[in-house]
């Protein structure tokens, strides 16, 4: 019997510390927290009846132990040095300068990683097993906070895996989600007690508390973004770190990626700042690392700072309002983009009154209701979001927010995307989805057609002047209705439709990028152009051969052929045909500049601002004579072409000796008078 209720325990905490991986570390939990909660009680019951059975590494003992009487100060092995700030991308670019002047013609790749507002710590295992857990303290000795530790989601008091180095100590960041911290407000303001001012306060305090009991009601969890001090670490760099303690199960700060240089990784901590209303926990920076240790090493710290990292941190503004509505808007690709109407509420001195909610789940996940009081952040340039709900406010009043089960512009049906977040209109005829079309097929970075903004175009639309793409190029046709709108006129009017006509000899992948076909930007748009020439031949081509094209791939192939094999698609192309658009050049028909010219096989970078082009006619420029437009200068580069104040990018083509082009040597290059 008794083997039998050993192997039971044994199963169980098996089971629970697989769901508890499952939960943290994948984010794909597989039970409820109800079903959780009855393997847990079902454990502590046999442990409690079975005591000979105990063991200090089961689940059960994350609940909370006895409180202890105070902290006992612990010396940090490897000091936990602080992060040197930066505040705009001047003083990141400066940062690369000095790790690379200090490495000496060494090349490093950066990594980037979102800095998690929460409370520094640092876990230590030993032989895969918890020993220990110590707050950042003073940076040379912190308080051992071993017993609050136990009770943090995300801190398994055993690693797995078989690449577990013999002591390994995992640093990171306690925090709390702002589910979580919505959902301990309101259980406060039930209980009539003193709220919580924000999570990270909250989250501190949890950690300073004396019983773990009470630590363990606030629900702290960890997310691990470094390394102290480690023996025969298996990694070598600062993405084999992370991996590697993924593997042993302990969640890591999420996508995280290397990259070769640091406009590159610049690029990437643009594009994670605007996404950082995906996430359920506090951010205040973007962190940028040296990836490879031994450069790390090499590098070394000050007496304050390691010279390995930085943090490009922005100015965090927020307030407490109400959301008056929810409105959805359609898209020019027909996608149901919900927004909270906001009581206008002064952020960082700017008014604010509305703020995206991107789409149903971050509806559901906010569990955001009408009239709900919300917390609105303005981080740096970011536009605004809504960070969390104030569950304790609510008094009744509220509305649940339902998502539309057809569009609300046009009463279409609609349908989500197959393995995907947002709810699309499927009505090609939906006019919210045509005056969005419109606008982006006339904006300068498509067709460019000059005079055609948001205003007139609305009045186009309004008068039924324009009821489809093709309508655009019908306008010389109706001259006297346009000179009737309203501030147009004769001179205007004449303006308009010589835009129009000269849009008709823009390059095929100008049509393609304003055709608002979904996937199909700028870039992808020149691709097809380049491998395929004209758009009779993409017509011509299946899913799969268009999948075979580099940089295209399935999804896109998927998108493009779906477009021009639908109804609409269809009709679309053989107008603008009749019309007199260009369809591009047959690639054997093109003219041997572009695949012989002064720039076929070159990469070109453009840096500073411009008098005698536009980025756009330079990069076309480049483009047609055979060469290729890069965004970062590197020992790749051949030509760098500069404008006024160019900055960092000069500096480095300088650096690596790489030829520095005006704009009227540029032109000079290629021949054109332009």
Known sequence: MSSNVKADIERLRAEIERHNYLYYVEAEPEISDAEFDRLMKRLEQLEAEHPQY??????????????????????????????????????????????RKLLVREKPEYTVEYKIDGVAMAVIYERGHFVQAVTRGDGRAGDDITENAKTIGGVPL??????????????????????????????????????????????????KLLDPK????????????????????????????????????????????AFPSMEAARDRAHEMAEDIHTLDFEVDG?????????????????????????????????????????????????????????????????????????????????????????????????????????????????????????????????????GGVYIRCINPNCPAQLRERLFHFASRGAMDIEGLGIKLGEQLLSTGLVKSLPDVYRLPERRDELIELERMGEKSADNLLAGIEASKNRPLWRLLAGLGIRHVGTRIAQVLEANLGTLDALLQ??????????????????????????????????????????????????????????????????????????????????LRHGGKAGGSVSKKTDFVIAGENPGSKLDKARELGVTVLDEDSFAELVGTNV
């Open 286 to 418: 973007i962190v940028v690392k040296v990836n490879r240790f031994d450069q790390r090493r090499r590098l070394g710290a000050t007496s304050k700072s390691p010279r390995w990292l930085i943090a490009y941190k922005w100015e965090k503004y927020e307030a407490v309002t109400r959301v008056n509505d929810i409105v959805i808007s359609v898209g020019k690709s027909g996608a149901l983009t919900p927004g909270a109407m906001l009581e206008p509420v002064d952020i960082a001195g700017t008014t604010v009154s509305r703020a995206s909610l991107h789409n149903k789940d971050e509806v559901d996940r906010l569990g955001v209701m009408i009239g709900d009081w919300v917390v609105v952040e303005k981080a740096g340039k970011i536009i605004p979001h809504v960070v969390r709900v104030e569950e304790h406010r609510r008094d009744g009043s509220e509305r649940p927010f339902k998502f539309p089960k057809r569009c609300p512009e046009c009463g279409g049906d609609v349908l989500q995307d197959e």
């Open 158 to 207: 055993r690693l797995r895996g078989k690449r577990v180095p013999p002591v390994i100590e995992i640093r990171g960041e306690a925090y709390i989600t702002n589910t979580d911290f919505a959902k301990l407000r309101a259980g406060q303001e039930q209980r009539g007690a003193a709220l919580y001012k924000n999570p990270r306060n909250t989250a501190a305090g949890a950690l």
């Open 541 to 622: 081509q299946s899913e799969e051969q268009l999948a075979e094209i580099n940089e295209i791939g399935p999804v896109i192939a998927k998108s493009v052929y779906s477009f021009f094999h639908s109804d609409v698609g269809r009709q679309t192309v053989e107008e603008l045909h009749a019309l007199g658009l260009n369809f591009g050049t047959p690639v054997e028909k093109r003219p041997p500049t572009e695949a012989d010219g002064p720039l076929a096989g070159k990469s070109i970078v453009v840096t500073g601002t411009l008098s005698r082009f536009t980025r756009e006619e330079v990069k076309e420029l480049i």
């Open 54 to 99: 105990d063991s200090p590494d089961s689940p059960t003992k994350k609940v909370g132990g006895r409180p202890v009487e105070g902290f006992e100060t612990v010396v940090h092995r490897v000091p936990m040095l602080s992060i040197d700030n930066v505040f705009d991308e001047h003083e990141l670019l400066e940062f690369d300068r000095r790790v």
């Open 214 to 257: 009470l630590c363990a009601a606030r629900h702290v969890r960890f997310l691990a973004h470094g390394v102290g001090y480690v023996e025969d670490p298996p990694f070598d760099s600062h993405v084999g770190l992370l991996t590697a303690i993924r593997e042993m199960g302990v969640p890591a700060t999420p996508n995280v990626e």
